[in-house]
């Protein structure tokens, strides 16, 4: 990952633990608790893809493991958001951005879903039996239930601050804009080949342009 979205993973992640054990976790809600935490892994998993969004959901899940009132076994959490962010970030379009809502609820709805039944059998596994005595029916529908209604003012946000740090502009890139750049002759210089019907003279005149244009749109950007 890189650096920029190392710093604004932290950011969001530490304010988003802060808000969910200082504020959501004392409404006392019925059922589950509101998960922003969850919910933060799964914008930025979005916008980052599947590795970024284990990665995130990872180090997201080890914080609240460690971080007090926590009172379950270390690594518990972090194996459940770690999970969750992969397969979030397997929907991620190539240049990050989602044309409906559809997606991202149901992902959501998943998610929310998932990651309680997930963290019931990791604790049955480790032998916490708390799952056993609280109703998990109502506890899935609670949960899926807190997390759509936040959803509509945590995710898309949390996607935009992510989109914005990229600082990027060939991640904005999309295919067809690529495929035009090839017509025009961006791989095809020095070649002598026929491009969009333009030969000679004119086929070089559009070829420099094109590179100029391009030139000046990515000089100053880095690749890592």
């Not at 979005?46 to 914080?63: N, W």
């Not at 076994?73 to 979030?88: E, S």
């Not at 491009?195 to 890592?224: D, E, P």
């Amino acid at each position: 990952m890189r650096f920029n979205r190392i710093l604004l993973s932290i950011a969001l992640v530490v304010v988003a633990l802060v808000i969910q054990v200082s504020v959501l976790a004392r409404l006392h809600l019925p059922g589950a608790v509101p998960d922003l935490l969850l919910l933060t892994v799964l914008g930025l998993a979005m916008v980052y893809g599947h590795v970024g969004g284990a990665l995130v959901g990872f180090g997201a899940g080890l914080l609240a493991d460690l971080a007090p009132p926590a009172d379950h076994a270390a690594g518990r959490y972090a194996l459940v958001l770690c999970v969750i962010g992969y397969f979030a970030g397997l929907i991620k379009p190539e240049n990050g951005r989602l044309k409906s809502v559809t997606g991202p609820m149901a992902v959501v709805v998943a998610a929310a879903i998932g990651s309680t039944l997930l963290y019931a059998g990791v604790g049955a596994l480790v032998g916490d039996t708390a799952a056993r005595h609280v109703g998990l029916p109502g506890l899935l529908f609670s949960a899926a239930l807190y997390d759509l209604l936040l959803a509509p003012f945590v995710v898309p946000a949390i996607m935009w601050l992510a989109r914005r740090s990229d600082n990027d502009p060939l991640a904005e890139t999309s295919p067809a804009a690529k495929a035009g750049d090839i017509s025009s002759g961006w791989l095809s210089s020095g070649t002598g080949l026929r491009v969009g019907g333009q030969s000679g003279l004119g086929a070089l005149k559009a070829k420099a342009r094109t590179r100029s244009t391009r030139v000046g749109r990515i000089k100053g950007v880095k690749r890592l």
